[in-house]
């Protein structure tokens, strides 16, 4: 009985703290489950909002499966492609000085190829319903994209978002297992 009574207290103080504790520990767990171990054992990694939830030691940071999207979208981002998200994410200008890549080894959410903003599939946004694990890469200018494939059809790298700010080449790996 006493000893139930301890547990009990035990579990009535714990709780709120461990859950916080465990919220943290899942999003950095999800955040690494972007890229190999190569790039995650010395990355940053941020919350969505921007709170630090482990600090680094090399350029990389990882983010956690966005809350809000449908799929699961965790990703581990360079300079580059962090000014690219962020450009993304507050619809504001930013530029891309060299290439830069960005790994989403768990997927991603469904999306239109064409459209980055679309919600859901249209006759002509080329919707992708069925996201696999990639690599993308920026560029400075979409200019150098020149020639290359615009859709996933042929298996291999892709032009997505041709014509828009947020141009990038998607490099399916649907074969990767960590
Ligand atoms: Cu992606």
New binding site residues.
């Given amino acids: 009985m006493r000893r139930a009574t301890l547990i009990l207290t035990a579990l009535v103080f714990a709780l709120p703290i461990s859950g916080i504790a465990q919220d943290k520990e899942a999003k950095i767990a999800s955040a690494l489950s972007a890229a190999p171990a190569s790039i995650t054992e010395g990355a940053t990694v941020k919350d969505w909002d921007q709170t630090v939830l482990r600090e680094g030691t090399n350029d990389w940071t990882c983010l956690p499966d966005m809350p809000d999207s449908p799929g699961n979208d965790p990703?581990c981002l360079d300079e580059p492609w962090l000014k690219w998200a962020h450009g993304f994410l507050n619809k504001t200008d930013f530029e891309i000085d060299r290439i830069g890549f960005?790994y989403?080894l768990a997927g991603?959410s469904p999306e239109s190829n064409v459209d980055p903003f679309a919600e859901g599939p249209t006759a002509d946004n080329e919707w992708l319903a069925e996201p696999v694990p990639?690599v993308?890469m920026i560029v400075p200018d979409e200019a150098m994209l020149e020639g290359l494939p615009t859709t996933p059809e042929g298996g291999g790298p892709w032009v997505m978002w041709r014509g828009t700010p947020y141009v990038h080449v998607?490099i399916p790996l649907p074969e990767y297992k960590m």
Avoid: P, S
Wanted: no cysteine.
């Fill in positions: 990703m960005g989403m991603g990639h993308m998607m």
